[in-house]
């Protein structure tokens, strides 16, 4: 079998200065978005659902707990509440811890479902860090639309996996964000990572 070696390795392109080739993604599926990310299929299921702004029956929380985990990328399911890796992820691994209940803000939660969340976002913390190896998180939740929160009317909180080297040049300078994996791959390997 023949072997590549730096020795061997003869380019394809016969220009001398040729860089490499960007592939136009004006005719790839997905929206563009702020981030103008370079991969964008998965998205299309959600931006389809009309589940950006949903309102009543819509509201994408309270839907994924009916739908198979591979549809609904949903990580983990407890009794009062589960996690799902987020359709618009900041960062590969991005979950949102929710409550099944359809309750907006934190101090509406109870205490089974504010308990249920806290160790769900621990555990998600383990073992992110145990699949990824990443340097630290964001943890946090928006409190209503005028503080972020892209689907206020159902509670959420992130879990936001951070790499030293993930603030790179290119969400800055070109607004554009590289995910490196599929969702349907990371939502099996956290999966498969979860304790049982
Ligand atoms: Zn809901």
């Keep these: ?17 040729a860089g490499p080739v960007l592939e136009d993604p004006s005719h790839l599926a997905g929206v563009p978005d702020e981030f103008q990310r370079l991969w964008t299929p998965h998205r299309m299921v959600y931006i ?3 589940q950006q702004r949903p309102s009543g029956d819509d509201c994408p929380f309270c839907v994924a707990p009916t739908l198979a985990d591979e549809e609904s990328l949903i990580v983990h399911r407890g009794v009062h509440a589960y996690a799902l890796l987020n359709l618009f ?4 691994g991005h979950l949102l811890v929710c409550p099944y209940r359809h309750v907006s803000l934190y101090d509406e939660a109870t205490a089974e479902e504010t308990g249920e ?6 555990t998600a913390m383990r073992v992110v860090r145990s699949v990824s190896h990443n340097d630290g998180f964001n943890i946090g ?14 509670l ?12 790179n040049f290119l969400p800055i300078i070109a607004k554009t964000k590289a ?5 349907g791959e990371v939502r099996q390997a956290l999966a498969d990572a979860w304790p049982r």
Excluded: C, F, K
């Design 1 to 17: 079998m023949a072997r590549l070696t730096l020795d061997s390795y003869e380019p394809h392109d016969e220009r001398p200065d």
């Design 48 to 50: 389809q659902q009309g």
């Design 89 to 92: 992820p900041y960062n590969s």
């Design 117 to 122: 969340i806290a160790t769900i976002t621990q």
């Design 141 to 154: 939740m928006n409190q209503g639309e005028i503080a972020g929160a892209g689907i206020a009317s159902h």
């Design 156 to 167: 959420h909180q992130h879990v936001v996996p951070r790499w030293r080297a993930d603030a």
């Design 179 to 183: 995910l490196p994996q599929l969702l």
